[in-house]
């Protein structure tokens, strides 16, 4: 038997109550595991304001609130690990609808881009701003991703937070964001005259006629990573470990084979993409959810607690609160759920 700790980062899939300072957990959800461990641990103060930040502190990378979080030239690295000085922010392709004294955005999951649009804007994009030093790139067949040669002062507003909001409140702000907003009008006139848009309207499609800047910054400064092993499929992570020097595994089915495999060591495991895609979906999709957290996570762990397996576990309940749960922790049979109000 190995001894190992671990912290474990989960989606915000569980809300808090009104001043944020707990979990609320219904009392339909089968979550009893859950609920000892946070009933007989210790809580301790969060200070990311976002679950991305939460990702970046836990590799000892803090980034000021008042920048951007260099996402995109941290995921960049799953695609391209050589590290070029300079600055990168994603570039997502958009559609803006003028309705009355706003503009409201649609992005790419309505847009059905086909391979060959991508192409044509891409070369497009680079062959007119060569001399800008701008270059457009696209990443994992999802992420467009744009460089520029220098570090920009700028401020912008993740894609997920504007899809189908006025965009004038989220235009990207700071000492270069005039150069920005007149790069993005020139975008807006390059889209105009493609001929694949003139086709869509025609079919009744959706236009591509803008493209959207965020995530803005260059490779952050790091330490060495404070983790023996990584565990995730969210591909933000991925890079944070690959941009820290640790190997990033794929997610294991549940807490036994993680322990399996884990070895001694301090080890981080978040629960990416598989479960962040549910986490806005209806009651029953987040019930769902939940219950396999209980069943391949919370139950295990707490076994493995017990058993002195897992000498030390933090868990982040995305930004519901944090808690910190030791074998003796876990065996304070005393307190229990009847008289700590999490339901």
């Known amino acids: 038997m190995h001894v190992c700790d671990l912290t474990l980062l989960t989606p915000d899939v569980i809300g808090t109550n009104q001043q944020n300072t707990q979990p609320v957990i219904h009392a339909e959800y089968n979550t009893l595991a859950l609920r000892k461990l ?3 641990s210790r809580q301790r103060p969060v ?5 991305s930040r939460r990702q970046f502190e ?17 995921m960049r690295l799953n695609d391209r690990p050589q590290r070029i000085d300079g600055c990168y922010m994603f570039a997502d392709p958009v559609h803006l609808r003028a309705d009355r004294d706003s503009i409201i955005m649609l992005g790419k999951e309505q847009l059905e881009i086909k391979a060959s649009e991508a192409d044509e804007i891409i070369a497009m994009i680079n062959a007119h701003f060569r001399d800008d030093g701008i270059r457009l790139d696209l990443i994992s067949g999802q992420h467009w991703c744009l460089s520029v040669p220098t570090v920009q002062k700028l401020h912008t507003f993740p894609l997920a937070e504007v899809i189908g909001q006025n965009i004038h409140p989220y235009l990207p702000y700071g000492e270069d964001s005039g150069y920005w907003r007149s790069i993005l009008n020139e975008v807006q006139m390059l889209l105009s005259t493609c001929n694949f848009n003139q086709e869509r309207e025609a079919s009744g499609e959706l236009t591509i006629n803008s493209l959207w800047f ?20 969210d591909y933000l992570v991925e890079g944070l ?10 997610m294991p089915e549940d807490a036994y084979t993680w322990y399996d495999k884990a070895g001694a060591g301090k080890h981080l495991v978040v629960m990416g993409d598989n479960y962040i895609s549910k986490q806005a979906g209806d009651g029953i999709e987040r019930h769902k959810t939940i219950t396999d957290m ?8 707490l076994e493995l607690l017990k058993t002195g397996r897992v000498s030390d576990l933090t868990i982040y309940l995305g930004v519901a609160g944090c808690y910190h749960i030791t074998p003796l922790h876990a065996r304070r049979w ?3 759920i009847g008289k700590h109000r999490i339901i």
């Open 38 to 40: 946070i009933i007989r």
């Open 47 to 51: 200070t990311a304001a976002s679950y």
């Open 58 to 74: 836990l590799f000892n990378i803090v980034i000021s609130d008042h920048d951007d979080l260099p996402l995109a030239a941290v």
């Open 214 to 233: 965020w995530g803005c910054g260059p490779l952050p400064a790091h330490e060495k990573s404070p983790w023996t092993t990584v565990c995730s499929d």
């Open 241 to 250: 470990a690959r941009h820290t020097g640790v190997y990033c595994e794929r």
């Open 294 to 301: 209980e069943t391949r996570w919370f139950s295990p762990l």
């Open 334 to 336: 005393w307190r229990h």
